[in-house]
């Protein structure tokens, strides 16, 4: 929760420009993709001490509004990884710091390439699953109760 109020109180404070919004982003991604892997230790974890709750987890991330909150999953994980790539280049060669606003345009782009396909790809699939299942049985959030005893 503090690395959350860091990361507001900061992003008020500074008026930076491609710097401080890449920050922003960068530690947006980070929190994301945190949440994301306590998410997914949970969920796994269930898979051995509890099989029923693991089998509903699965069905709930097939549900519609979840399995899109993937792209964002897949584009928080993309960000934060060519981001990371920068700040580390920039780090080892600190006189390359004066090239901050086109490297930042650089992983943006780079960022948009590889998300693209990716996204059409995944929502390609979303839409090709719910076609088979139908749009009723597509958007009933599955039952807890139907898994569970």
């Known amino acids: 929760m503090s690395s959350l109020i860091l990361t507001i109180r ?30 997914h230790v949970w969920d796994t974890a269930n898979a051995h001490f509890y099989p029923e709750l693991y089998a509903w987890s699965i069905a709930v991330f097939k549900y519609p ?37 086109k490297s930042a345009t650089i ?7 590889v998300f693209v396909p990716i996204a059409i790809y995944m929502l390609f699939e979303f839409f090709s699953r719910c076609s088979e299942l139908g749009a009723a049985a597509c958007w009933a959030f599955p039952r807890l109760s139907d898994y569970i005893g």
């Open 10 to 39: 900061e992003s008020v404070r500074y008026r930076g420009k491609s710097g401080h919004y890449s920050w922003i982003a960068h530690r947006v991604s980070g929190l994301a993709i945190l949440a994301f892997l306590v998410l």
């Open 65 to 101: 509004v979840i399995a899109v909150s993937e792209l964002g999953v897949m584009a928080a994980v993309l960000y934060h990884a060519f981001n990371g790539i920068r700040i580390t280049i920039l780090d080892f060669k600190p006189e390359w710091w004066m090239y901050q606003k």
């Open 107 to 113: 992983v943006w782009v780079l960022f948009a390439v």
